[in-house]
């Protein structure tokens, strides 16, 4: 069914549910951290299993016919790019900081909005080449304030970096799939296949996935259920009320979020330099989304 503007349930609904998805996204590279013992690729593979494990029974219930051999392809692709995603960016925060690690991260809107030009060639805003370059002036700073403190902290934006990019190729297929497939099967089988491509990647390179102390056990879980599951669950039910791009301006919140926590439990304060980067990418980010169209949604 399609919607235009929010409904009254949603618009009384939106806000307080939207706070409580950034709050608890903003936990993820929390609780990476509380779980090193774990390698990258298992803290991956616990997240995604854990979550398909819970939506796949939902999903089956629904039984939409709209989903399609095609579509299924579009959705492995997808999982594929949630993957390396997870993998790319859990490994970043090795070698970076929290804050550095979820500000590169959460760029994906800026690689939507380029890809859309050269993919679907949509011309792009004065607004979003204006807000490319802006984040970019920020992630230089962010950049030289790691190189500044330690060498590997760079190594780490990067990946954080290609994390964005893997992200931003999943929301592209999402909008395309999505027009058709309600957001439970869409995401469930995502979630699914990632899962079985990172746990691929676990045996392929030897990695072991279980033998962790019962405290880094109950840190997976929690990574499944709180940033996972109540999260990026909260940003899709979002999607049935208001525009993708409403949601993405409100989803960088995150890295305002997870600075604060890192402040919080791991004493990382930011430099100055950070500090303005973060300030840059942010405004970098909220001007490139800021476009001027009529909010219409699809309800599923």
Not at 127 to 133: E, F, H, I, P, T
Not at 197 to 220: D, E, H, K, M, Y
């Amino acid at each position: 069914m399609l919607v235009t503007g929010v409904t009254i349930q949603g618009q009384r609904l939106l806000y307080p549910r939207m706070a409580l998805g950034i709050i608890a996204v903003s936990f993820g590279a929390i609780l990476v951290r509380f779980a090193s013992e774990a390698s990258p690729l298992a803290i991956s593979a616990w997240r995604l299993s854990l979550a398909a494990i819970v939506l796949i029974p939902a999903a089956w219930m629904q039984k939409d016919r709209t989903f399609t051999p095609v579509m299924i392809l579009w959705c492995l692709s997808s999982g594929a790019a949630l993957a390396l995603h997870f993998i790319l960016w859990t490994t970043s925060l090795v070698y970076t900081s929290i804050a550095s690690s979820v500000l590169f991260v959460t760029t994906h809107p800026l690689f939507v909005g380029l890809g859309s030009f050269l993919l679907f060639k949509e011309r792009p805003s004065r607004r979003l080449v204006l807000g490319v370059l802006i984040a970019i002036l920020g992630g230089a700073l962010i950049g030289f304030g790691d190189i500044q403190l330690t060498g590997p902290a760079l190594r780490g934006d990067a990946l954080a970096i290609g994390g964005g990019l893997m992200a931003a190729i999943y929301f592209m297929i999402g909008r395309h799939v999505r027009q058709t497939v309600s957001a439970t099967q869409y995401i469930a089988l995502t979630y699914a296949s990632a899962a079985v491509f990172v746990l691929l990647a676990c045996g392929i390179t030897q990695t072991p996935v279980f033998g962790f102390s019962r405290s880094t056990v109950g840190f997976l879980i929690l990574l499944a259920l709180v940033p996972q599951l109540i999260g990026h669950s909260t940003f899709n039910w979002a999607l049935r009320h208001v525009s993708a791009s409403r949601v993405s301006i409100m989803i960088v919140g995150e890295p305002v979020g997870a600075g604060l926590l890192a402040l919080l439990f791991f004493r990382e304060v930011p430099s100055s330099l950070n500090l303005a980067g973060a300030a840059l990418i942010l405004g970098g980010i909220y001007l490139s989304l800021r476009n001027k169209e009529r909010t219409h949604v699809h309800e599923y």
